[in-house]
């Protein structure tokens, strides 16, 4: 396995020229380059000094400065300009500590219904809406997710084309849940016309922004996948809570074909396409607000562009 001096090394190697590693007294691995060419970020300015390059952290964030001087517009000599470049975050890693808050969630709900918390605590009805309860937590992760992408320098490609599919997915997902609730029309109908929209809903969702989509999908089936199995459980052993709860109306099918029926497709798949489509429309919303309010971090470098010169006309000219 390639280890963090590696990786460091080969990074500023990339940026500047040969490095030469070192440990700091602190742990951290710093990385220096001497080189007295131009930095190959910027080919077409040339920098008269030696320029070097620090790489610092500890992956998967890892922290970039370039130092190097360079004459001024006025002749003077300008130092110690930095490049950040942001943290390289996985998907699993971003939705492990939401998917821990979801099964503890789950587990409460489970425990509070089978000793009978009161409610709006828990409740053991038929789709019982309760204060204990993932679809809550889809919204608040949905941002957080999302202004954690943010943070990694993840954006979607288009911004605009993102918020309008994202609006489209929640629409069709409407459309879906209407058709599911229709009475006249037969159970595998509803399922199927269902299925089709959701996952037309989802394909919106990841053009929308990739990243996003591929994060909430994870989270989604982490958090999903425990409610299934605690149906399982309660099915079988008939807690009395909302996981085995049926309508009066349910038509004895057996035990396999009911909790296909009733918790195993809804938390694989239709409620996992709500997890994405309404955390990815949040998410999206909040990137585009975030890129109002700080729109250098919406690229995937942060720049110090008035002391490098780019973008604005100097004082002096």
């Keep these: 396995m390639t280890s963090e001096s ?14 030469s590693v070192r440990n700091r007294p602190n742990g951290r691995t710093q990385v220096q380059s001497q080189r007295s060419s ?30 190097f001087a360079r004459l001024s517009g006025d002749g003077g000599v300008v130092t110690n300009e930095r ?9 699993s890693h971003l939705i ?4 821990l808050i979801a099964v503890a969630v789950t587990t409460l709900r489970a425990f509070g219904e089978v000793h009978h918390w009161p409610e709006p605590i828990v409740n053991s009805a038929v789709c019982g809406k309760a204060i204990l309860g993932v679809v809550w937590l889809v919204p608040i992760f949905g941002v957080y997710l999302a202004l954690r992408l943010f943070r990694a320098r993840s954006e979607p490609k288009f911004l605009a084309r993102a918020v309008i599919l994202a609006i489209a997915s929640l629409l069709l997902k409407l459309g879906g849940t209407f058709v599911m609730e229709r009475p006249d029309l037969g159970y595998i109908t509803r399922v199927s016309l269902n299925l089709a929209v959701t996952a037309l809903a989802l394909g919106l969702q990841a053009v929308a922004w990739p990243d996003l989509f591929k994060t909430l999908l994870l989270y989604g089936y982490a958090s999903r996948v425990p409610i299934a199995v605690v149906g399982f459980l309660a099915m079988r052993g008939h807690w009395g809570t909302h996981y085995d709860a049926l309508d009066s109306g349910f038509p ?21 396409a709500y997890t994405v489509i309404v955390g990815g429309l949040l998410g ?6 975030m ?3 700080n729109g250098s971090q919406s690229s995937p470098r942060t720049v110090d562009e008035r002391r490098l010169g780019y973008g604005h006309a100097s004082k002096d000219r």
């Design 291 to 293: 890129r109002k309010l």
């Design 6 to 19: 590696e990786v460091i090394g080969t990074l500023s190697q990339l940026l500047v020229g040969r490095p």
């Design 38 to 67: 131009p930095c190959l970020l910027y080919p077409l300015r040339q920098y008269p000094e030696t320029s070097a390059v620090s790489v610092s952290g500890s992956l998967p964030f890892v922290e970039v400065q370039l130092t």
């Design 252 to 272: 004895q099918i057996g035990f396999w074909p009911t909790y296909i029926r009733v918790s195993l497709i809804p938390n694989i798949f239709f409620m996992e």
């Design 96 to 99: 492990v500590v939401p998917s």
């Design 284 to 289: 999206v919303f909040t990137f585009a607000a």
């Design 83 to 91: 490049i950040r470049a942001g943290p390289s975050l996985s998907a």
